[in-house]
């Protein structure tokens, strides 16, 4: 794991990989959509390059926004990972919930949402994009704080404040919104959590759902959809084997 910090000369860089918890600083996290074409990558931030793009002001929201909270640090999943390493790609994606879990704070900066519609009552927060998304279900869940953010990079509200609209748009428990164990909650209604949700890669769709259910397995792109909601639903049924009462139907989310 990587983490985003300032520089001597006011740029941003990257600290050296920690690979144990004991060496991991207080780190706020970035939850967000992406853009095609316009995301600040590891190869970006490694070469100087990309600061045009619309996702470098994303990874500066988010470092600003961090030193204004008193953190040094943050992770920005775009350019703290280097994805041509395809062992360090499945290492991130399997170790993605935890590091969602133990950020002090994660902000949502949802780039389809202003703050004027929102104080006026409009409906952009609750058709953004940013709920219709595959990986932003464990990064709703796992932070403890979790706190949203407009175009602007003004903040409309936290998890806490919101957790009514939350609950409506999602339909995820108020209890899971509130940090309620996840295992207290059965395979299928956790299943369906993700149900309206999509990936832009027909796999990911299993695998990021790890989290949800705390489980690792191998990442093969290539396999379909298919085969790899079969591997998760294996390992989900073995790691509940201690636990017949939880046993549930296994069924993966219909695509929408």
Not at 48 to 68: D, E, I, M, P, S
Not at 73 to 91: F, G, M, P, Q, R
Not at 119 to 137: C, E, I, M, V
């Amino acid at each position: 794991m990587r983490l985003l910090k300032y520089t001597s000369d006011g740029g941003l860089g990257l600290t050296e990989d920690l690979t144990t918890d004991e060496k991991v600083p207080p780190y706020a996290i970035l939850s967000h959509t992406w853009q095609k074409g316009q995301e600040w990558t590891f190869d970006d931030l490694s070469s100087g390059n990309g600061k045009h793009k619309t996702g470098y002001q994303k990874v500066l929201f988010c470092a600003q926004q961090a030193r204004r909270d008193g953190l040094d640090y943050c992770w920005v999943d775009t350019c703290c990972i280097n994805k041509s390493s395809s062992a360090e790609l499945s290492e991130a994606i399997n170790s993605m919930f935890r590091w969602y879990q133990n950020s002090k704070k994660c902000y949502v900066y949802l780039l389809d949402v202003s703050c004027r519609d929102f104080a006026n009552g409009g409906q952009s927060f609750r058709k953004s994009r940013w709920f219709t998304r595959g990986w932003t279900l464990q990064e709703l869940i796992a932070p403890a704080c979790v706190e949203f953010y407009s175009l602007e990079g003004k903040q409309i509200g936290d998890k806490s404040s919101l957790v009514q609209d939350i609950h409506s748009i999602t339909g995820i428990p108020i209890q899971a919104l509130q940090g309620c164990p996840l295992p207290q909650f059965s395979i299928d209604e956790r299943m369906s959590w993700a149900k309206n949700r999509h990936t832009e890669r027909e796999e990911d769709a299993a695998y990021s759902l790890l989290g949800i259910f705390d489980i690792h397995i191998p990442l093969l792109y290539g396999e379909k959809r298919e085969k790899a909601f079969a591997r998760l639903k294996r390992k989900i049924m073995k790691s509940f084997e201690a636990r017949p009462r939880r046993r549930m139907l296994f069924t993966p989310p219909k695509r929408t």
